[in-house]
């Protein structure tokens, strides 16, 4: 499975955009960028994934680079409640849809 | 997006003993998985549970520490054997449902092992 590379942590003011990096250069053509968040403790939570295009949806906004080695989760208006950690994944139908996660990303939202 | 319980929602055990943990789906799904998060850590996934045959466990992972059920295709449990405090952990469950990429988690079931 292609591995990611994460910043451990970043802050962000709250109504700002947070733009969180993903670095997968060897990523396979099959597989998917995966983007989930935990917040303490929960279960992780879907945010969004794509394969090639851009995509976004009610919570986010999913930028892949031309090349596909690296993404960038885009949260438009950053509140509190998206304080948790973030994790970029790339899966595809080759493994069986396992995810392996990484460390993530601390988001903190600042007030 | 599936609707995914787990039970218990917590425990807290014994060392020696063994703790059975259940997930149930509320629709039919396609992939289930069991993770592991250790204190502090990320996700590591256990298993794999497939319907009506034995689970497909990961590297440093075995059946007698960690025995999966899935009788159908809505309902598994994981079960935590002779237990030690380096059990201490949130167990989580996963589901993809049918002809869908996307991998849906459970609210997890936190482990402390005395």
């Known amino acids: 499975d292609a591995k990611t590379t994460q910043p451990p942590s970043m802050d962000c003011a709250e109504g700002r955009a947070a733009n969180l990096p993903c670095n997968h250069s060897?990523?396979?053509?099959?597989?998917?960028v995966y983007w989930y968040r935990q917040i303490h403790s929960q279960g992780p939570q879907y945010i969004i994934h794509?394969?090639?295009n851009n995509e976004t949806n009610e919570m986010a906004s999913l930028i892949i680079t031309e090349d596909r080695k690296s993404s960038t989760l885009i949260l438009p208006h950053a509140t509190l409640r998206d304080t948790a950690v973030y994790y970029c994944?790339?899966?595809?139908?080759?493994?069986?849809?396992?995810?392996?996660f990484g460390q993530g990303t601390t988001l903190q939202v600042k007030p | 997006s599936a609707v995914i319980s787990q039970k218990p929602s917590r425990d807290i055990c014994q060392r020696g003993t063994s703790l059975t943990i259940q997930c149930q789906v509320d629709?039919?799904?396609?992939?289930m998985f069991w993770y592991r998060q250790q204190p502090g850590q990320s996700l590591t996934l256990i298993a794999t549970?497939?319907?009506?045959?034995?689970?497909?466990?990961e590297s440093g992972f075995v059946i007698d520490k960690f025995p999966i059920s899935r009788p159908n295709l809505t309902f598994s449990t994981l079960t935590v054997s002779n237990m030690s405090p380096e059990d201490s952990s949130i167990y989580l469950c996963s589901v993809v449902g049918t002809g869908q990429e996307t991998q849906y988690f459970g609210p997890g079931t936190r482990l402390l092992v005395l």
């Open positions: 060897t990523i396979s053509g099959n597989e998917y």
């Open positions: 549970a497939n319907q009506g045959s034995e689970a497909t466990y």
């Open positions: 629709s039919q799904v396609t992939m």
């Open positions: 794509g394969l090639k």
């Open positions: 994944i790339v899966s595809g139908s080759s493994n069986t849809g396992k995810l392996i």
